[in-house]
């Protein structure tokens, strides 16, 4: 599993999301899109915030990693989606950890 911090941001007006029931997709670039889990001590997202969280990618493991590992550089953007085209919000992640 694939660990980062992050700080994010979400930035569709008007809406606001709630960590116990949104899985957020995270756009890695050239093509990989992988959920994520977002844990923080914060229930819910406001609109136009940023937050520092942490988040585990639990679908990275073995040839995922191998594929997703160069791209990984410390302040990385990644467009925060919702389904495979809706962007939501933005991160800044950091700090990559990879734990078998």
């Not at 116990?20 to 890695?28: D, E, M, Q, S, T």
């Not at 977002?38 to 937050?51: F, P, T, V």
């Not at 495979?84 to 919000?89: L, P, R, T």
């Amino acid at each position: 599993m694939l660990k980062a911090k992050a700080e994010i941001q979400f930035t569709l007006e008007n809406r606001n999301f709630n960590r116990h029931y949104f899985r957020p997709i995270f756009n890695f670039g050239n093509g990989l899109l992988f959920t994520g889990f977002l844990k923080s001590d914060n229930d819910k997202y406001l609109y136009n915030q940023k937050y520092t969280v942490d988040i585990d990618f639990f679908t990275i493991e073995d040839e995922a990693y191998s594929a997703v590992k160069p791209l990984l550089k410390d302040g990385m953007d990644m467009a925060i989606q919702e389904g495979a085209s809706k962007i939501v919000g933005i991160a800044k992640a950091w700090d990559f950890a990879y734990e078998k």
